[in-house]
C-alpha cells in the first residue's frame, strides 16, 4: 500500500514538481474535510457532503440556472452564458437543494446561504452562437469568509508544466438520467478525448481554449453551465483539486462529449480581471 500511495504522488509529481513553475491564485484553495472523493451528471453518483466546497449555484430571483466554483474570497468562476439568465444571486455551501441545513449520518452542515451579486464580467470575446470564450466572472457583493463548507477551488497561475491529464471529474446538478435536475450535488469521471473527436462531432474548429471529454455512461448535461472540471495533484506537499475546465456545451442527449473552455488558456485574463477590480477599489476608497 505504502509503495502504491508513493507511486501515485511520483505520478502526481510530474505534473507540480517544478520548483517556481506555478503559483495559486488562491492559496488557500482546493482542500476539503473528506479524505476521498466519490466518483449530474449523467450516469455520476452523489457527491459527499463536505467533498465540493467551492460549489455554487447561480440564480434568477428563485431558479438555479447553472452552476459555478469560488476561485477568491470575491469572485465565482462560471460561464459566460450564464449571464444570459440575468443572474442575481449565488448561492453557497449549497449540497442537498431541498434540505437546509443538509444532514448525514455524521451530523449537520453549517446552513447554506445567498449573496447578491455586485457586476457579471463577461470575456470581451465571448460569442454565444459559437460559444467561443465561453468564460465569465461573478463579482460578489461581498466577501466571503472560509469555512470546511465553503473554500476556493485551486488555479494555477504561470504554470508551465502542467500536461494533459487522462480524465477528470465533473460535478454539478444538472439533469439526470431521469431528465430531472439532480437534488443532490453529483460528480461523475470523464475520460480527457482528443480534440479532433469533439471537432468532428460538433463541426468547430478546436484549439487550446476547449478541452474535449465524456464517457460511455456519464456526461454533463442542462443545468451544469458553468461548472468545473477538476483534477487532484499534489501542491506544496498537499492534495488539491485543481479546476482546468468549465461546463460549455455538449450533445443534447447528455450522453457522450461535452466541451469544456480551457481554464488555463484564460488565466491571465481570469487574474488580470481580479488585479484590475481590486486596484479599482483601492483609488476609489
Same mark, same amino acid.
Given at each position: 500500500?505504502? #509503495? =502504491?500511495?508513493?507511486?501515485?504522488?511520483?505520478?502526481?509529481?510530474?505534473?507540480?514538481?517544478?520548483?517556481?513553475?506555478?503559483?495559486?491564485?488562491?492559496?488557500?484553495? !482546493?482542500? /476539503?474535510? /473528506?479524505?476521498?472523493?466519490?466518483?449530474?451528471?449523467? #450516469?455520476?453518483?452523489?457527491?459527499?457532503?463536505?467533498?465540493?466546497?467551492?460549489?455554487? *449555484?447561480? =440564480?434568477?430571483?428563485?431558479?438555479?440556472?447553472?452552476?459555478?466554483? *469560488?476561485?477568491?474570497?470575491? $469572485?465565482?468562476?462560471?460561464?459566460? &452564458?450564464?449571464?444570459?439568465?440575468?443572474?442575481?444571486?449565488?448561492?453557497?455551501?449549497? %449540497?442537498?437543494? /431541498?434540505?437546509?441545513?443538509?444532514?448525514?449520518?455524521?451530523?449537520?452542515?453549517?446552513?447554506? $446561504?445567498?449573496?447578491?451579486?455586485?457586476?457579471?464580467?463577461?470575456?470581451?470575446?465571448?460569442?454565444?452562437?459559437?460559444? &467561443?470564450?465561453?468564460?465569465?466572472?461573478?463579482?460578489?457583493?461581498?466577501?466571503?469568509?472560509? +469555512?470546511?463548507?465553503?473554500?476556493?477551488?485551486?488555479?494555477?497561475?504561470? &504554470?508551465?508544466?502542467?500536461?494533459?491529464?487522462?480524465? %477528470?471529474?465533473?460535478?454539478?446538478?444538472?439533469?439526470?438520467?431521469?431528465?430531472?435536475?439532480?437534488?443532490?450535488? &453529483?460528480?461523475?469521471? *470523464?475520460?480527457?478525448?482528443?480534440?479532433?473527436?469533439?471537432?468532428?462531432?460538433? #463541426?468547430?474548429? $478546436?484549439?487550446? +481554449?476547449?478541452?474535449?471529454?465524456? #464517457?460511455?455512461?456519464?456526461?454533463?448535461?442542462? !443545468?451544469?453551465? !458553468?461548472?468545473?472540471?477538476?483534477?487532484? *495533484?499534489?501542491? !506544496?506537499?498537499?492534495?488539491?483539486? =485543481?479546476?482546468?475546465?468549465?461546463?460549455?456545451?455538449?450533445?443534447?442527449?447528455?450522453?457522450?462529449?461535452?466541451?469544456?473552455?480551457?481554464? /488555463?488558456? %484564460?488565466?491571465?485574463?481570469?487574474?488580470?480581471?481580479?488585479?484590475?477590480?481590486?486596484? $479599482?477599489?483601492?483609488?476609489?476608497?
Amino acid at each position: 500500500m505504502k #509503495g =502504491f500511495i508513493l507511486g501515485v504522488a511520483a505520478l502526481a509529481c510530474l505534473f507540480l514538481c517544478k520548483e517556481g513553475s506555478a503559483r495559486l491564485l488562491e492559496p488557500d484553495c !482546493g482542500t /476539503t474535510r /473528506t479524505w476521498h472523493r466519490v466518483k449530474r451528471v449523467i #450516469g455520476g453518483q452523489n457527491a459527499e457532503m463536505y467533498a465540493n466546497p467551492w460549489m455554487v *449555484l447561480l =440564480f434568477k430571483d428563485l431558479e438555479a440556472k447553472c452552476g459555478g466554483t *469560488l476561485i477568491t474570497s470575491r $469572485f465565482v468562476l462560471t460561464a459566460a &452564458q450564464c449571464f444570459e439568465y440575468s443572474i442575481n444571486k449565488v448561492r453557497l455551501g449549497e %449540497y442537498d437543494r /431541498t434540505t437546509n441545513p443538509d444532514c448525514s449520518s455524521m451530523g449537520c452542515k453549517p446552513p447554506s $446561504f445567498e449573496i447578491d451579486i455586485e457586476r457579471l464580467i463577461r470575456h470581451p470575446s465571448f460569442d454565444l452562437e459559437t460559444m &467561443q470564450n465561453d468564460i465569465g466572472l461573478v463579482k460578489l457583493a461581498r466577501n466571503v469568509i472560509f +469555512s470546511d463548507h465553503i473554500r476556493p477551488i485551486c488555479l494555477l497561475v504561470y &504554470q508551465t508544466a502542467v500536461r494533459s491529464f487522462t480524465s %477528470y471529474e465533473v460535478t454539478g446538478w444538472g439533469k439526470t438520467k431521469t431528465n430531472t435536475n439532480s437534488e443532490k450535488l &453529483q460528480t461523475a469521471t *470523464l475520460i480527457n478525448m482528443n480534440r479532433v473527436i469533439c471537432e468532428n462531432m460538433f #463541426g468547430d474548429h $478546436f484549439n487550446e +481554449s476547449k478541452i474535449c471529454a465524456g #464517457g460511455f455512461n456519464s456526461d454533463t448535461c442542462n !443545468g451544469d453551465s !458553468g461548472g468545473p472540471l477538476t483534477a487532484e *495533484l499534489v501542491y !506544496g506537499q498537499i492534495w488539491r483539486i =485543481f479546476q482546468f475546465g468549465i461546463t460549455s456545451y455538449g450533445l443534447s442527449s447528455c450522453d457522450g462529449l461535452s466541451v469544456y473552455t480551457n481554464v /488555463t488558456h %484564460y488565466i491571465d485574463w481570469i487574474e488580470d480581471t481580479i488585479l484590475r477590480d481590486n486596484v $479599482f477599489r483601492f483609488n476609489n476608497k
